[in-house]
């Protein structure tokens, strides 16, 4: 039977009186990670969404506090009552702030705001031993606990439960825009977005994206009318109507890629180019996304399971090469078990992080098959 505890005490009984039976347990929010990790079966699954709303929002202090089951759609509408919004913008709307964070979830706002790891400042974490430990706190000076916070980011629920979360949050902007520049091959687009990164202007995205024969240079920004209009004049290119209309599917792609495989790969801003130049050449090949400020991309493969299955290998061993890593971000049902999460390498640093997760749940009841990646 699912459980739902409702607060964190509940929560980290659950996860006690589990670790206790040795029943193993899989961490469940809106369901948007569920194709993340090459998972193993679980005795029960463990669900948020008894932890939602917002726990306290101090706009003269640019903070909030929000239990970790609330969506960030339903956050961002409260922030926005008061004229603020927390700066993430992941894919999946309906993505919870538990997975967020669970998941190290940016989107393309990153080279002007800042990840997850930056954002979050306090925490709140049901522990396998049936403890409830805090760190940080609910104003930005304050890094008490601080490495526990940097710690949960991108753990997969494999060290903990987060049940409540402390972010920075700002100012709604006054403006927004966004421009779309054709580029005629993977070289320029990035090195223009090169360009760009090394100026005092601070986009609110800057992304490298191929779908069909065409490169494209997309730049957004945000903030005082007169920053917008000089960062998208500098960045040329043709002036979006509706920057969210431009932005949305660049967004959104993780959710929408339901076929073939979704590759996510991290690299050296240097390797982008030729990284990208490789992988539209790839067989299936069907879209690149890159954001080019945070060097994250994300490649959607198409074809057959044969076809897609040597294409993933490829881009994950293209990745390691030029000194990245990747992982299957989505994978169809049926190309499950021919493509390995992470690849044919295990991440660096895992040794590391088998003990840290032997520290925090010795019995291995949270998330087996995880990986903190």
Known sequence: MPLAPSDPRECAE????????????????????????????????????????????????LTATVRA?????????????????????????????????????????????????????????????????RAGGRVVKNVAGYDLNKLLVGSFGTLGVLVEATFKVLPLPPARGASVRVCPDAGSAF????????????????????????????????GERAVVDRTLREAGGDAAADPD??????????????????????LPLAAQAAFA?????????????????????????????????????????SARVLGGHARAERRAPSLVGRISARGDAEPAGQFLMRRVKGAFDPLGTLEPGRTVV
């Open 69 to 133: 089951g609330t969506r960030l759609r339903d956050l961002q509408s409260s922030l926005a009552e008061q004229g603020q919004f927390l700066p993430l913008d992941p894919p999946h709307r309906e993505a919870t702030i538990g997975g967020i964070v669970g998941a190290n979830s940016n989107g393309l706002g990153t080279l002007r705001y800042g990840s997850v790891r930056d954002l979050l400042i306090g925490s709140t974490t049901a522990l396998a031993d049936g403890t409830v430990a």
């Open 191 to 222: 090195a223009r977005a090169d360009a760009i990164v090394r100026t005092s202007l601070r986009p609110s995205a800057l992304v490298v994206e191929r779908t069909g024969r065409e490169w494209h240079l997309v730049v957004a920004a945000a």
């Open 245 to 266: 209309a431009l932005l949305e599917p660049l967004r959104e792609l993780p959710a929408t890629a339901t076929d073939g495989a979704l590759i996510r790969v991290v």
């Open 14 to 61: 659950a996860l006690r009186d589990a670790a206790r039976s040795g029943r193993s347990l899989r961490i469940r929010g809106s369901g948007t990670k569920d194709g993340l990790g090459d998972l193993l079966p679980t005795d029960d699954v463990l669900h948020t969404r008894g932890f939602t709303g917002v726990v306290d929002h101090v706009p003269a202090d």
């Open 277 to 317: 130049d490789s992988a539209a050449r790839a067989d299936g090949f069907a879209q690149l996304i890159a954001d080019a400020g945070a060097g994250t991309a994300l490649v959607h493969i198409r074809g057959d399971d044969t076809g897609v299955a040597a294409s993933a290998a490829a881009l994950m061993a």
